[in-house]
């Protein structure tokens, strides 16, 4: 009986501790972190030569859409951190290559990995600046996802995210082995 009600007082008081961050939690796990590994994907799965291609005139390149990814991970996870943005637009636009736009595309969410392990929910509601700069890292990330997939698959390759959920479907495996090996694939540390 002594054993039962000190595991139970002991839930209880870990129960608010673990609910202090759902904001965050949910955040990065549910909808970050696959954008994320779709971004990475992504850049990865586009050929060299195929980082100058346009849809229509008028657009960015596949390049310029990583490299402003880049630029508003830096931007919104600097504001965070309350620093200057290291890489703002001026230095992204000197990025041409596939190997140092993906190199910058990862630095990029290691920087925000790195500030979102500083934040907890009471950091995030503490203004309305915070709030929109940890959603928009995931908010926007996912609308240039939406315009990069149309890049993808004009040049017949197949989304990552698509390819997620291939795997998913096959039913072989769960959802968090596909997102470990989608992770291992594209998350090269």
């Known amino acids: 009986m002594k054993t039962t009600l000190l595991l139970i007082a002991s839930l209880a008081a870990a129960a608010p501790a673990h609910a202090q961050d759902v904001l ?18 992504a850049a990865s799965v586009m050929p060299a030569e195929k980082y100058g291609f346009k849809l229509d005139p008028a657009q960015m390149t596949f390049g310029e859409w990583i490299n402003h990814s880049t630029e508003r991970n830096y931007l919104d ?3 965070l951190r309350g ?9 992204t636009d000197l990025l041409k290559t596939k190997d140092d736009i993906t190199k910058a595309l990862a630095d990029s969410f290691d920087y925000c990995d790195a500030t979102f392990e ?13 709030v929109a700069s940890f959603l928009h890292t995931t908010v926007h990330n996912n ?9 993808l698959r004009a040049n017949h390759i197949l989304p990552p995210s698509t390819e ?19 992770m291992d694939k594209y998350k090269k540390k």
């Open 83 to 91: 620093e200057t943005n290291p890489m703002p637009k001026a230095k």
């Open 164 to 182: 997620m959920m291939q795997e998913m479907r096959k039913g072989t495996k769960t959802a968090a082995q596909v997102m470990k090996e989608m």
């Open 143 to 151: 609308e240039i996802y939406g315009n990069v997939v149309g890049y």
């Open 77 to 79: 996870c600097s504001t």
């Open 118 to 130: 500083r934040l907890n929910d009471q950091k995030i509601l503490s203004s309305p600046q915070m």
């Open 24 to 41: 965050k939690t949910t955040n990065i796990q549910r909808y970050y972190m696959p954008v994320q590994l779709d971004l990475l994907g």
